[in-house]
């Protein structure tokens, strides 16, 4: 099946620093890609569609300046956390769907950010 | 506002047992419904899917039901088995886009 690569797994950040993850579909083409973060014990909460070749869609309350997302191409979104607080430590999930059609959507591995 | 909801964080079933994990949603226009299995520090995975044109879907031990007059859709695993233990979310999905949003997920524990 296809599969989707994050990249860093786990990151530590000082905070007031950046911090920049990728995430990218290996062996499929994904102009439509999603991102998402999960707090403990609770739901995945979307914060964005990346799509490529334009901008960004976020989510409602969702600060776009401090989440800023780049599709660089069909195969790799970055979610670049600006400015990191140790609130916004969590685990970011990225997915892309199957097809343009698709709603069956592959997930990443995630990414644990800590903000000291 | 949760438009998804599972209102059973948690589920322990004997192994060889069904395990029933129910969801609730409130949007009438979703129209494709979904379940994700995560494991701790991992993404989800597919599971199976249903489309709200039907009221069943059967993927060798994973049934999904949807009662669409209740907004209710429900996933059965017969029989339950060790590896099945983990975190399962319900998602859903409107026309025309692929947006998906999740429920708060169940956490399933199945015992030897």
């Known amino acids: 099946g296809a599969v989707v690569s994050q990249h860093p797994s786990w990151v530590i950040c000082k905070s007031g620093t950046s911090v920049k993850i990728e995430c990218r579909s290996l062996d499929f083409q994904a102009t439509t890609m999603f991102w998402y973060r999960q707090f403990p014990k609770q739901s995945l909460m979307l914060m964005a569609t990346s799509n490529e070749g334009s901008k960004a869609t976020y989510e409602q309350g969702v600060e776009k300046d401090k989440f800023l997302i780049n599709h660089a191409s069909l195969t790799l979104s970055t979610l670049t956390v600006t400015s990191a607080h140790p609130e916004d430590s969590s685990f970011y999930i990225c997915s892309a769907p199957r097809d343009r059609s698709s709603y069956e959507q592959y997930f990443g591995p995630g990414t644990r950010l800590t903000v000291t | 506002d949760q438009q998804v909801k599972q209102n059973s964080p948690s589920l322990s079933v004997q192994e060889g047992r069904i395990s029933i994990l129910n969801c609730d949603y409130t949007?009438?226009?979703?129209?494709?419904f979904l379940w994700y299995k995560k494991y701790p520090a991992e993404g989800p995975t597919f599971l199976i899917s249903i489309s709200s044109i039907k009221d069943k879907n059967e993927d060798g031990r994973f049934t999904v039901f949807l009662n669409k007059s209740a907004k209710h859709l429900s996933l059965h695993i017969v029989p339950s088995q060790p590896g099945d233990s983990a975190v399962y979310f319900c998602a859903a999905s409107g026309k025309s886009y692929q947006k998906v949003t999740f429920g708060t997920g169940t956490k399933l524990q199945v015992i030897p």
């Open positions: 949007n009438s226009m979703f129209d494709y």
